[in-house]
């Protein structure tokens, strides 16, 4: 199956050329990787486009403004698929994912799971860098979401995941409105009500060395209110 890799990017100036040139190293003929960049006003966009008229496995959809994770993600999944990929791969660009890691997600989807979640949480999966307080506030968000939810799976928020096509092309990608953390829990969970199998396997989960996190108190406050009314919306026939 071929796989394309969707890697948003807003501000990766530092990261975006080791991180696609670290993926060729790790991906199959035929694999492509897709820079999704929202206009970042550091140059990532023009860097992009150089890599892409250089590696032909790189593509880069530029998008006009900085919407979030969630609506970049969203156009990445709609332009692989056209492209005909049999797996879609959402990846982090600032080595938080080990490119080393793709195959693995790529074998257990071929495997048979329709979505693969990398999950710091099951046995084997590590965060290095993160002291007790950063690793209880993650751990935290993560029980609150899975009890919510009603769900086993143990890394809901992360952001490296593996989709089989046609998991895509059922859920209702237009009606996803999550922006930040809540798009993964929300996503995963569509999948989940969907009926597809879900499978978590452990990766290493390092901090970023370069550039800076676009992580705020909106995306925080977002994944913490959306998620009972994923809830709410399930148990009202409404997901
Ligand atoms: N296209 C796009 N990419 C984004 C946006 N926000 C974050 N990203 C990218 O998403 C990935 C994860 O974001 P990051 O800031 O590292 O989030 P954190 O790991 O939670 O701190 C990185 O590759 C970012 O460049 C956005 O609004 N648009
Ligand atoms: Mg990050």
């Known amino acids: 199956m071929r796989a394309t ?7 990766e100036l530092e990261n975006l050329e080791a991180m696609v040139r670290a993926l060729g190293g790790h991906l199959r003929e035929g694999d492509r990787v897709l820079v999704i960049d929202d206009a970042s006003p550091d140059g990532t966009g023009e860097l992009a486009d150089r890599l892409a008229a250089e590696l032909p496995f790189v593509g880069v959809l530029h998008r006009s403004a900085k919407e979030g994770l969630g609506p970049a993600y969203i156009a990445g999944f709609r332009r692989a698929l056209d492209e005909g990929a049999g797996l879609v791969l959402e990846m982090d660009c600032d080595f938080s994912h080990d490119p080393a890691d793709v ?3 790529i074998a257990a989807a071929e495997d048979g799971a329709d979505l693969v979640l990398g999950s710091r949480y099951v046995p084997g999966g590590t ?3 993160w002291g007790t ?3 209880f506030i993650s751990l935290g968000g993560n029980i609150y979401a899975q009890i919510m939810l009603q769900s086993r799976l143990r890394d809901l928020t992360g952001g490296f995941k593996c989709f089989r096509a046609p ?3 059922t859920v209702d990608l237009g009606a996803i ?3 930040g953390y809540a798009f993964q829990i929300e996503t ?3 999948v989940v009500r969907a009926g597809f199998r879900v499978v978590e396997v452990p990766i290493s989960f390092s901090d970023r060395e370069l550039g800076r996190s676009k992580m705020s108190k909106a995306i925080v406050a977002e994944a913490v209110w959306k998620v009972p009314l994923l809830r709410l919306r399930a148990l009202t026939g409404r997901l």
């Open 5 to 11: 890799v969707c890697l948003p990017t807003y501000n």
């Open 103 to 105: 195959p693995r997600l």
């Open 127 to 129: 965060i290095p860098n």
């Open 133 to 135: 307080l950063r690793r």
């Open 167 to 169: 998991v895509l092309q």
């Open 177 to 179: 409105g999550s922006k």
């Open 188 to 190: 995963t969970y569509r």
